[in-house]
C-alpha cells in the first residue's frame, strides 16, 4: 500500500496539474485499473484490494466526480488552491507519520552512525547489524544517497524488494 500511495499521489498531482481536458478521468482509469501492477510492487489492484474492490472504485469515483466539479466551477489557479488544501495539514505525511525525519534516521542507521540502533536491533530483535546490512537489497549497499532520494520523493521507484526489505526490517521504526 506504501508504494500504491505514494504513486497515486505523483498520479493525482500530475492531473490535477495537466491543461489537457479528462486528464482526472484518464487518473482515475488509470487508478481503478485491475491490472496493472502497482509500482513498486510484484501485485495488481485486483490482488491487494480483494474484497473491497468495489469500495475502492467508489471512493476513487466520488473524489475525482467532487475535483471535476471544482475544476469546471473554478478557475486553473483557484481550483489547484481547493485541491491543494487538504494536503496542507498532512505535509509530514507522505509514506506514514513523521515521514522526513524517518527516512533521515535510517539513512544514518545504515550508515552505522546510529549505535544506540545496532544495540537494540541485537537485544530486542536478535538480529546483528551486519547481517542486517548484508540481506538488504543491492540498492542499499551500492547508493544510499538514491535510496533516500527515492524515499523522499518517489519509493516506488525503488522496487518491490527494496521496498519489501524496508518494510520488514525496523530501519524505519519511529521509536528505536
Known amino acids: ?26 487518473f482515475e482509469k488509470r487508478v481503478l485499473d485491475r491490472e496493472l501492477v502497482w509500482p513498486g510492487t510484484s501485485g495488481t489492484l485486483t490482488q491487494f484490494g480483494y474484497g473491497a474492490l468495489g469500495e475502492i472504485k467508489k471512493h476513487a469515483k466520488k473524489r475525482i466526480d467532487y475535483l471535476m466539479y471544482l475544476q469546471e466551477k473554478f478557475s486553473q489557479e483557484e481550483f489547484l488552491v481547493l485541491a491543494a488544501f487538504h494536503s496542507l495539514g498532512a505535509s509530514d505525511h507522505f509514506g506514514m507519520p513523521a515521514w522526513e525525519p524517518r527516512v533521515r534516521a535510517a539513512m544514518g542507521r545504515l550508515r552505522g552512525q546510529d549505535p544506540e540502533f545496532v544495540e537494540r536491533l541485537k537485544a530486542v530483535y536478535q538480529i546483528d547489524f551486519c547481517e542486517l546490512l548484508r540481506r538488504a ?17 518517489a519509493p516506488y521507484e525503488l522496487g518491490a ?16
Open 161 to 176: 524488494e527494496a521496498l519489501d526489505w524496508f518494510a520488514w526490517n525496523p530501519v524505519l521504526d519511529r521509536d528505536l
Open 137 to 153: 537489497p543491492a540498492v542499499v549497499h551500492d547508493d544510499l544517497p538514491e535510496v533516500e532520494r527515492a524515499l523522499l520523493n
Open 1 to 26: 500500500m506504501f508504494a500504491r500511495n505514494t504513486w497515486v499521489y505523483h498520479q493525482a498531482l500530475e492531473a490535477v496539474n495537466s491543461p489537457k481536458q479528462y486528464a482526472l478521468l484518464r
